[in-house]
């Protein structure tokens, strides 16, 4: 994508208009919104087009997190995750171990189990496979969100396989929608300094595009705060609108606020608050195709978290329990959150909560059990939004 110097330059009210009468931004637009000092009007709207959408709910789920390996082939500079093949520390968990890990989880029954890990070099289709199939005979209403774009990409590499025959091993095993990692930024200057060797953009983006075909969703995310300019983010966000506006499978975009510690990257601080919240609205604005936006309180603090609401996100994840990744990178939020906490947030921060699945429809549960809070049976068929 080239950025147009011509023409009438961007400005909060042309922005605006165009808001107000239903057009889509340009990527000229979208430059503008990330490099404005008026980060007011940016969220005030960013927040009109939430809630015209939404109104003023936030939607949440409950989850759990279960990495199947930590031992990865790649050495991204900005992972604390990955241990080295060989590396003491490496695990490569069987399907016994993660049934036992499902049914060891306490509190509110999940709806999504969140499955990714790094690359490791023997892994292959069949093990996965066989982790998704044990899983499901215990737990066949539990939705199987696994393997980023980057993890398929390589099973298709190490497995001499199409991306489709992948997916469809997968899906045939129980693999229900596919997670949104892995992005980074597509621009090939940064993934060249920060991931070179895994998946490219074009990669990751044909991994999905497949999915999709497939029937199966999947998100997206963009790791920002680090090497990137206002350009090359404005880019991957194009990418994205575009490959959208082509198979309609992305369910949520969730912009991820890098972490500087433990890693290879030289990099002392990641964004600000206000930055965050910068990107956040930015993404609500330009990316009008897809349905919500993300708030990872995990990776952006809680009260940042909260703020996000109010600057066009209507989603703020889950409880997120057993999750790695993001803390072993410094993350100093809490490792999980329980149902109540996260509804407290929600109303703290002036939304209305809304339990939902992994394919955003309402939850309802019942909630004649007080003894412990939080903790109620979902319904068989969870009722649209």
Known sequence: MVISAQGQSPCMESIAAKVERGERLSPEDALFLLGSSDLVSVGRLANRVREERWGNR?????????????????????????????????YLITPEEAVERVRGMEGTPPTELHMVGGCHPTARVDYYASLYRAIKAEFPELHIKSLTAVEIAWLAR????????????????????????????FAKRVR???????????????????????????????LYGHIETNEEIVDHLFRLRELQDETGGFLTFIPLAYHPENNAMEISEGPSGMRSLQVIATSRLFLDNFPHIKAYWVMLGLETAQMALWW????????????????????????????????????????EPMERDTLYRRVERRRDLTSTPGVGSPSSTPTAP
């Open 58 to 90: 936030c939607s949440y789920n409950i989850n759990r997190h279960i990495h199947p390996t930590n031992v990865c082939v790649f050495r991204c500079t900005f992972c604390s995750f990955y241990r080295k093949p060989g590396q003491d520390g490496g």
């Open 312 to 351: 066009g996100a209507d989603d703020l994840d889950g409880t997120v329990v057993d999750e790695h990744i993001y803390h072993d990178a410094g993350a100093t939020t809490p490792e999980a959150l329980t149902v109540s906490q996260i509804r407290a947030l929600i109303e703290e921060a002036g939304r």
């Open 192 to 222: 060249d300094l920060t991931c070179g060797g895994k998946a490219t953009a074009e990669e990751w983006l044909e991994v999905h595009r497949v999915a999709h075909g497939l029937g199966i969703p999947s998100n997206a995310t963009m």
């Open 158 to 185: 190490v497995s001499k396989k199409g991306f489709r025959e992948v997916l469809l091993e997968l899906k045939q095993a129980g693999l229900d929608s596919l997670p949104g990692g892995g992005a980074e930024i």
